[in-house]
Each structure stands twice: as structure tokens, then as C-alpha cells.
């Protein structure tokens, strides 16, 4: 189900937390922005004042959980808060050209990026990179052409909870699906986001 700007969820502290990110934004390079907005990220998880709505710490049971928190009418970003039951993940994807920079909120988070080697058409060949476990308080950022990974849950036991801050609203992504020998077949998905 598709998320509707009425449909956003209030918390405490969701104001500050859009002040942050709308100042965060105000750059013209995705450099910068993402710094910036790490910064911003690790400052709002560690801020006992800003405390995400309920819904976050409710796992969905087959699919790691979208929720749309916030969507800027004038800058344009997207805020979506995604809860990871243990050991759920995604499948290697892109964000369609949008830079995105990503808080652990808690919990902990494996991510894996891939370099892109070759592409012949729809088949693309990767090789991964060492991976990173992200804790609770860490933020990490991805922006195009680097934007090629998969995000898990680094525990088989403890939800993991993690705040996304995109560019744009994040309505579909290519998926990456393994043939064997570093290639993999595209194939577009249209991502939806879950009842907040």
C-alpha cells in the first residue's frame, strides 16, 4: 500500500528531526549532503528527544518492513524507516539514481556493496566488496553510480530498526538476481510501502 502525505505517522520528536534533515539538504552536492546528513542521522538516534512511532518495533514476518515517515513537499527527500526482523535482508538492488544515506537506529545492520565490473545489456557483472556491520548510532551513505548493495540483519535473534533518507520518493528499484560467475539479470520492482 502506497504511503499518501495525510498518511504520514506523528512521533516525538519528528519536527526536530525533519529540521535536521531540511538543513542537512541545503547543498548542491551529494557529497556534501551526505556528510552532512550522516552527521545529522547519528545526532537524531542518540537524541533521547526524537523517538520514532510505535509501528517501527512491529517486524513484518515475510518481508522486511517500508514506512514512509516523512516526504518534503519542497525539497523533495524522503524519509522511510525500515524494521528488519533477524536475519531478513534484501536482495542486491540499486536506488534507481537517488543518493540515500542511512541510519542504524537499532539493532545492527550488515551491508555489502558491489563494484559493477561489466554490463552487457540486462545482465550485469559484480564483485563484492568486504562487508560492514553497522550499529546502533552509525550512518552510511550510497550515492550513484556506488549505489549497488544488499542490506541485512546482522542478528538471527534482535529486531533492527534503520531511518533511510532518500533523494526523491523511492518508488522502485532494480533488482539484481544471481545467474552464477559475478552476473546477474536486472529486473525492475515497484516498491511499496507498509501500513505505518
Not at 516525538?12 to 547543498?27: E, K, M, P, S, Y
Not at 525500515?82 to 536482495?91: F, R
Not at 545482465?123 to 568486504?130: D, G, V
Not at 546482522?154 to 518508488?171: F, K, N, P, R, W
Request: glycine content about 8%; hydrophobic content about 35%; overall charge negative.
Amino acid at each position: 500500500m502506497q504511503a499518501h502525505c495525510d498518511a504520514f505517522p506523528r512521533f516525538h520528536g519528528r519536527d526536530r528531526l525533519i529540521a535536521a534533515v531540511d538543513h542537512a539538504v541545503q547543498n548542491d552536492d551529494p557529497q556534501q549532503i551526505a556528510m552532512t546528513l550522516r552527521g545529522a542521522l547519528c545526532e537524531a538516534i542518540a537524541d533521547s528527544r526524537i523517538q520514532l512511532p510505535a509501528c517501527v518495533h512491529q517486524p513484518i514476518s515475510d518481508h522486511y518492513a517500508r514506512r514512509e515517515l516523512y516526504r518534503s513537499p519542497t525539497l523533495g527527500y524522503s524519509i522511510v524507516a525500515m524494521s528488519w526482523a533477524p536475519g531478513q535482508g534484501t536482495p542486491l538492488h540499486d536506488h534507481s539514481g537517488l543518493w540515500c544515506v542511512e541510519g542504524v537506529w537499532l539493532g545492527q545492520l550488515e551491508v555489502t556493496q558491489y563494484a559493477l565490473l561489466e554490463r552487457d545489456g540486462e545482465r550485469f557483472r559484480f564483485q563484492a566488496e568486504p562487508s560492514v556491520v553497522g550499529g546502533c548510532g552509525s550512518a552510511g551513505s550510497l550515492i550513484p553510480p556506488h549505489e549497488y548493495h544488499t542490506i541485512r540483519n546482522a542478528s538471527d535473534t534482535e529486531l533492527a530498526v534503520s531511518v533511510h533518507v532518500y533523494q526523491g520518493e523511492m518508488i522502485r528499484t532494480a533488482i539484481f538476481e544471481p545467474e552464477g560467475n559475478g552476473w546477474y539479470e536486472r529486473r525492475l520492482k515497484e516498491l511499496e510501502t507498509d501500513d505505518a
